[in-house]
């Protein structure tokens, strides 16, 4: 049995072809859109975690997600979506951060928490890749 590996793409009755997820999200949104969410993004992510900084700083660590779960997800979401601007790519990694972030606050049996973070790490390392490919993708021209 012989399985093939290239699906070729199917055009529907509307024109329209099914295209794989990278692809999916690799569709592009106007370049003022895509710089303006991705601002806003920036903004308030630094916003939050100029919050979570001043709560630990002063003892208050409970009120907010840890300092270390937010500044990698920060880093992370802000670093790839500024990179992918003119795709909507970076939504996915920007939902499996804040997961990873609440997930850090939930109180779990140990092992349970350390499985948890570990899926979601995981998977917004996964997303990230996603979004970079989709990003580049984006810039390929279509024949």
């Known amino acids: 049995m012989t399985v093939n590996a290239a699906t070729p793409a199917v055009t529907h009755d509307d024109g329209v072809q099914n295209q794989s997820f990278v692809g999916f999200l690799a569709r592009r949104v106007p370049s003022a859109l895509g710089a303006g969410l991705v601002t806003l993004l ?77 899926a979601l790490v995981a998977l917004m390392a996964a997303a990230a890749v996603f979004a970079v490919v989709a990003a580049e993708q984006a810039e390929k021209p279509r024949f």
């Open 42 to 118: 920036a903004v308030l992510t630094f916003l939050f975690w100029a919050y979570t900084l001043v709560v630990t700083w002063i003892g208050h660590g409970e009120l907010s997600t840890p300092l270390f779960q937010t500044t990698v997800a920060a880093l992370l979401v802000v670093g790839v979506a500024f990179f992918a601007r003119k795709t909507l790519g970076w939504l996915g990694l920007f939902v499996l951060a804040a997961a990873w972030c609440v997930v850090s606050i939930l109180p779990l049996v140990a092992i349970a928490q350390v499985v948890l973070q570990a």
